[in-house]
């Protein structure tokens, strides 16, 4: 199979580029800047450029749709740049599949479509809590309560049948691109999966950018002798996934998605199944680097969820997929690894 990988010289895209050449497919990387060296072909081009990309469209079975920016950015001044590059380049390559009659595609999803996770209140069952406020965060009450009798809500594993709330304009992004992958499915009798990726971290992370995730952050932090600075009070439930068992699972996903009926569009969480906090992961990376002890500080970010951990079972169950990296094992070998500058 010629799959196409946009964003393939990134994080994420190039560890989906090795996984797809290891399972004997030809892959042709699309993205603004080269890749690193590869068996892959490589062409340097933007998604919203619609003539570039129908012209690496060429022969192409499949596309992993990776390109994205990503992160919650520096301020709500990113939010034209965020919907231009992930939801306008998103629709000018559906477009583009559509004319070339590319019919599959493997988007890359997230956890962030969902907001705060799941959570159970003892009085009144399922409940969704709604934005945290910025008056309970400065005086350092950060759990969510019960929005009808305000009580401690316990929290649980999101499945993918879960509402959509997104928080932030990343957010509102990538639930856009899974309406345009849905609608792009029904009109062409195409077939699209989105892989709701949870925290992913390992080797070529970048470093020391506002778009990074927090892993990064406190790996850069510990590279340079300081301590990683933790928000809120390090309490916040993750799932951190590797990011080569995220590649194995856009190969599966890639490999699966013909056998779906035409038209369809279907999510899958992408988690380890292993909820640690951030915390917990601030003293691992800081124990396995042998550096300074994580800093608590009581910061806080508006937009950021509490707790949102993943039921990952569905693409267990359908596509055999499972992590093979562990927590201790991951974060040992994210605490040697080089970052991408």
């Known amino acids: 199979m010629r799959v196409l990988v946009t964003g393939g010289a990134g994080f994420i895209g190039s560890k989906v580029v090795g996984a797809l050449l290891r399972r004997g497919h030809d892959v042709v990387v699309f993205d603004v800047v080269a890749g690193a060296g590869s068996e892959a072909d490589s062409v340097v081009g933007d998604v919203r450029d619609r003539g570039a990309v129908a012209a690496v469209l060429n022969g192409v079975d499949a596309v992993c749709h990776q390109a994205a920016m990503v992160g919650l950015g520096k301020d709500f001044a990113d939010a034209p740049e965020y919907v231009s590059r992930n939801d306008l380049g998103t629709a000018v390559l559906l477009a583009a599949m559509a004319d070339a009659g590319v019919r599959e595609l493997a988007l890359a999803g997230s956890m962030v479509v969902y907001g705060e996770g799941r959570y159970g209140c003892p009085r009144h069952g399922r409940v969704r809590p709604g934005p945290r406020a910025a008056a309970d965060l400065a005086a ?3 759990e969510p309560r019960c929005p009808s009798c305000g009580a401690e809500l316990a929290p649980g594993l999101v499945a993918e049948d879960a509402p959509a709330d997104p928080r932030n304009v990343y957010a509102a992004t990538k639930l856009a691109q899974e309406h345009l992958a849905a609608a792009w499915a029904r009109s062409t009798g195409g077939r699209a999966v989105s892989l709701r990726y949870h925290n992913v971290y390992g080797p070529g992370m970048p470093r020391n950018t506002p778009y990074a995730g927090v892993a990064s952050f406190f790996r850069s932090a510990l590279a340079r002798g300081e301590a990683p600075r933790v928000f809120e009070d390090g309490g916040q439930r993750r799932d951190f996934v590797h990011v080569r068992d995220v590649a194995t699972a856009n190969a599966l996903a890639l490999e699966a998605v013909r056998e779906r009926a035409a038209g369809s569009f279907t999510a ?11 915390g917990e992961m601030a003293d691992a990376l800081a124990t396995a680097c042998g550096g ?37 094992e991951g974060m040992a070998d994210f605490a040697a690894a080089r970052l991408r500058r």
């Open 140 to 142: 350092g009450r950060f």
């Open 268 to 278: 899958y969480n992408t988690g380890s199944g292993e909820p640690h906090t951030v």
């Open 292 to 328: 300074p002890a994580p800093i608590v500080t009581g910061e806080f970010r508006l937009g950021d969820v509490r707790h949102v951990t993943a039921d990952s079972r569905r693409l267990r169950e359908e596509l055999g997929w499972r992590p093979e990296v562990g927590f201790a």
